[in-house]
């Protein structure tokens, strides 16, 4: 026999499951088209910004640690893909502070995976770690209102990622089943890159990453 | 050297007597030290309360360590005792670690019981220590039944309950000594009678002794000495070993005091100084040091145990302070035991039969298979119970399947000390209603003893009841009181529908290592369905649905499931399908099956045969608000009778039970709410 308990106050209340069909005659409520959305022209000159507005809904039962572990390994993943990082590329994981940024700095972090990472973030720094020619400046802005863009100052390596704050909204939508009425978790992410010239393969990774967040994650 | 070894020498030598007789010089130093070690134990322990290091009642023993010494001077560690809420002299003389029970008074994961029961509550079943207790006379009930054990085990085992010359005047005492008169169990009921009650003088107490009660009861009665640690274990030495052979309880009675007041903080205002006074020269070690001058032996010897006694506490305090509080995450450890349960299967479809058969061929197989299962109740035995339940078991399984006195809290109570005993007792309430006259043994024993002795006992109990309206049963034997019962945390309550769910759920429940309220209705004894194959088990905390369906979820168990099919069928016509769903346990609930369901229909209706008012159903409304309310389509229904007693006459008992019109209504009323 297991027990099943009732939710402590503190989970409660519950929250709407993903993809609540309910039958109400409220107007259907267009969702936000997706992708990402560049932040400059690419000429082909200077840095390259784009963002992306993540649904994390899947995400939603995991501990604040374990999500953004999570939203990391797969932006890695996507970068690797797209030649934006390699195998030996080194990751460096900071948080704005009154005094500056401080952080950690994981060596071989393509290889790792999410719980792997959630450990190692466990133990976050007191300083800005040093970021060589093959680092990528991962930012962590989810307490921050700011928006998840730009290289933060902290430019040099292989470019800086922000995940910005994480904000829930009840959404709706139409399905064949009827109305749509879901809660909905979404954080903005922006890939910053020294060179304009690589905006498409940004641009490919943060719709991947986006991709890969729809429907149930495992 | 344990306390087992020591009881083992003492048996085979018999020499060596000091000068009352049969007791070796070197018993009487080792006596003296176990006093000395209580002692020392019980003044640390008013120290740290005093500090707030203790932060729980403490009821302290000191001037009555001779009673707890000479009681377990002969005991094995097998043999049991209970104690009571002034336990430590008991449990120390039993064997139990100091450093732990320090930790356990402080709430630290190292203690006795990892921090979960303290002062009131210190128990090791390995060591035969049942447990003292918080409610008084409770051990008593619980001794019963460790002599139980000991009595269908044969091995000669033997159980003491010490109880206060308060707890006489409990029904506890009287159900108990009663049982263990009329089943000659091996149990000394150990008084010590400190000649207090809380603030109340004896004489305010009782006008019968022990001894004139004793001969009430047709048991034997020794009174004792209670200082002379020397005279305590020598009659215990006597009667210990008569238990052993087979004779039946007996009543010892020991004069003693207690020097400190009832609690610590008490401010003793209703005893002279004069009277602790006198009692103070009659200090149990200032007895037991004349007995060793008797004996020749050096006064420095009780001198230097005395101060091997005070490095051995200091000692194990600054150990039990190294030991952490425990942490919070484990709060919810030790309430049940949890476990995976072997998915059920469908039963094979053998020839009909019968509830009333699924009982007695459940508790037959269990019987057959398992020695430790044992059958009691009210006419379970020759009898075969009033419904015939349990007809031929007694001579099928001889001391096994055994008639009680009309004592429901010896019955219960006895169940619980035979399950820590190591038993698995299968113990009957004729009626649901007759719960409140035992409600203690399952609310403050059975549900708690594993949490308050952090997963040290095990009780692997069932209670099987019945309970039934709608024959004019009156108020007093129609009630289904299962709200009650599920409120007690640590108690699994179960209500099976049909002959199959019967026989399936009751192996499951005695199998269980939780203790299990079974609840069986008797309008249903005659049901008939198909017999399952013998091996057949239901596992507990799982629901079933019945009956699936589209358009509105039922939950319901027991007897109430006939007639919500019975419904289902009939709004069927209507093109309205119900998923019903039998809840079968009804505590700790499937929660989880419920929400599922209504995911699915969207709508609900709870229907049982308890009064509404602070029901299951309440319960299970409260999940459908809670966790399922972004599925509801409409109000959570409850059908089920009005807060009132069951009345006599038909006409009002119909007027007042749901039935299946009642359910059919409410389910179309139900399917009207809203748009579809
Ligand atoms: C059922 C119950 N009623 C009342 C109490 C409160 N109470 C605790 S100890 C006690 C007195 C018990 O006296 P006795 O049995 O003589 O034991 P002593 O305290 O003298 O050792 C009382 C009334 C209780 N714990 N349980
Ligand atoms: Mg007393």
Redesign the pocket.
């Known amino acids: 026999m297991r027990v099943q308990r009732a939710p402590r106050a503190a989970d409660q209340p519950q929250r709407a499951p993903e993809g609540l069909v309910r039958h109400d005659r409220a107007p259907a409520v267009p969702t936000p088209a997706a992708g990402p959305a560049p932040a400059r022209s690419a000429d082909g000159t200077g840095a390259f910004s784009a963002d992306v507005d993540l649904d994390l809904t899947a995400l939603a039962g995991r501990s604040p640690e374990d999500l953004f572990a999570e939203v990391v390994v797969r932006l890695l993943t996507a970068c690797h893909r797209e030649g934006l990082v390699d195998v030996g590329s080194a990751l460096r994981v900071v948080t704005p502070t009154d005094g500056g940024f401080a952080g950690v700095r994981v060596d071989g972090a393509v290889d790792r995976s999410a719980p792997g990472l959630s450990a190692v973030l466990g133990a976050p720094g007191t300083e800005l770690p040093p970021a060589d020619a093959g680092t990528l400046t991962v930012v962590d802005a989810r307490g921050s209102r700011t928006r998840a863009q730009g290289d933060w100052g902290l430019g040099g390596g292989l470019g800086v990622a922000t995940l910005g704050r994480v904000g829930s909204a009840v959404v709706s939508s139409r399905r064949p089943a009827g109305l749509v009425l879901g809660e909905r978790l979404g954080a903005g992410l922006g890939l910053t890159v020294p060179d304009a010239a690589r905006a498409a393969q940004v641009v490919r990774a943060l719709d991947a990453v986006a991709r890969s967040l729809e429907g149930p994650v495992g | 050297m344990s306390v087992e070894s020591a009881a083992d020498s003492r048996e085979a030598e018999g020499s060596g007597s000091s000068a009352a007789g049969s007791v070796a010089v070197d018993d009487v130093v080792e006596m003296y030290r176990r006093m000395a070690r209580i002692r020392g134990f019980e003044q640390a322990a008013s120290k740290l309360y005093a500090d707030t290091e203790v932060p729980g009642f403490v009821?302290l023993s000191i001037g009555q360590e001779a009673t707890a010494v000479g009681a377990c001077w002969h005991l094995r560690d097998d043999d049991a005792i209970t104690s009571?809420?002034?336990g430590h002299g008991h449990c120390l003389a039993k064997g139990l670690d100091m450093t732990e029970m320090f930790a356990e008074l402080m709430g630290r994961e190292g203690g006795t019981c990892s921090g979960r029961g303290g002062s009131m509550h210190i128990a090791d079943p390995r060591l035969g220590i049942l447990g003292a207790n918080?409610?008084?006379?409770a051990g008593l009930p619980i001794i019963t039944g460790a002599g139980t054990a000991a009595q269908i085990r044969g091995d000669g085992g033997v159980a003491v309950g010490f109880?206060?010359?308060?707890?006489v005047a409990?029904g506890m005492f009287h159900e108990s000594v009663n049982l263990a008169a009329v089943w000659d169990l091996p149990v000394v009921f150990f008084c010590?009678n400190?000649h207090?009650?809380?603030f109340s003088r004896e004489e305010d107490q009782h006008r019968a002794g022990l001894a004139l009660r004793a001969v009430g009861y047709g048991v034997r009665y020794e009174s004792v000495d209670g200082n002379d640690v020397v005279a305590v274990a020598e009659l215990m030495q006597r009667l210990v070993g008569e238990l052993r052979a087979g004779a039946g309880p007996v009543i010892v009675e020991a004069d003693t005091y207690?020097w400190h007041g009832?609690y610590e903080g008490d401010p003793i205002r209703y005893r002279e100084a004069e009277e602790l006074a006198a009692w103070k020269l009659r200090d149990p070690l200032v007895v037991a040091r004349a007995r060793l001058a008797d004996l020749g032996v050096d006064a420095a010897v009780a001198m230097s145990i005395d101060r091997e006694v005070d490095e051995e506490v200091r000692a194990a305090i600054d150990e039990a302070r190294r030991s952490p509080f425990p942490d919070p995450a484990s709060l919810l450890d030790f309430v049940w035991v949890e476990e995976d349960d072997t998915p059920e299967r469908e039963p094979e479809q053998g020839e009909v039969f019968k509830t009333m058969d699924a009982v007695r061929e459940a508790l037959t197989f269990e019987l057959e298979h398992d020695p430790t299962v044992f059958v009691a109740g009210i006419d379970v035995g020759r009898g075969g119970n009033v419904f015939g339940l349990t007809r031929g078991l007694a001579e099928r399984f001889p001391g096994r399947v055994r008639d009680t006195p009309i004592s429901e809290t010896a019955i219960v109570g006895g169940a619980v000390g035979a399950a820590m005993a190591g038993m698995r007792p299968v113990v009957e309430v004729m009626y649901m209603d007759f719960i409140g006259v035992c409600l203690d043994a399952l609310m403050n024993q059975a549900a708690k003893l594993r949490f308050m002795t952090g997963g040290k006992a095990s009780l692997p109990l069932v209670v099987r009841t019945q309970f039934g309206a709608g024959r004019s049963s009156g108020s007093q034997h129609s009630q289904s009181l299962e709200a009650l019962l599920a409120h007690i945390p640590g108690l699994t309550v179960v209500m099976p529908s049909d002959p199959v769910e019967t026989y399936g759920l009751l192996r499951s429940a005695i199998r269980s290592p939780n203790p299990v309220v079974f609840v069986e209705n008797r309008l249903q004894y005659g049901m008939k369905a198909p017999r399952p194959n013998a091996d057949h088990l239901i596992p507990l905390g799982k629901a079933r649905i019945v009956r699936p369906g589209r358009d509105v979820t039922v939950v319901t168990w027991s007897r109430m499931l006939q007639e919500v099919l019975a419904a289902a069928t009939e709004v069927a016509a209507d093109g309205i399908e119900v998923e019903v769903v039998d809840l079968r346990t009804i505590a700790p609930f499937d929660r989880a099956a419920v929400l599922e369901s209504l995911q699915r229909t969207r709508r609900l209706l709870i229907a049982h045969e308890a009064v509404m008012d602070f029901g299951v159903g309440a319960e299970i409304a409260a999940l459908a608000a809670n966790e399922g309310f972004w599925h509801l389509d409409a109000p959570v229904v409850r059908v089920a009778p009005q807060a009132m007693p069951a009345p006599y006459s038909p006409a009002l008992e119909k007027a007042w039970l749901p039935d299946r019109a009642v359910v059919a209504d409410a389910l179309r009323r139900l399917m009207e709410v809203g748009t579809r």
């Open positions: 009821h009571t809420h002034r918080g409610i008084v006379g109880f206060g010359d308060g707890a409990q010590e400190n207090y009650s809380e207690r009832h």
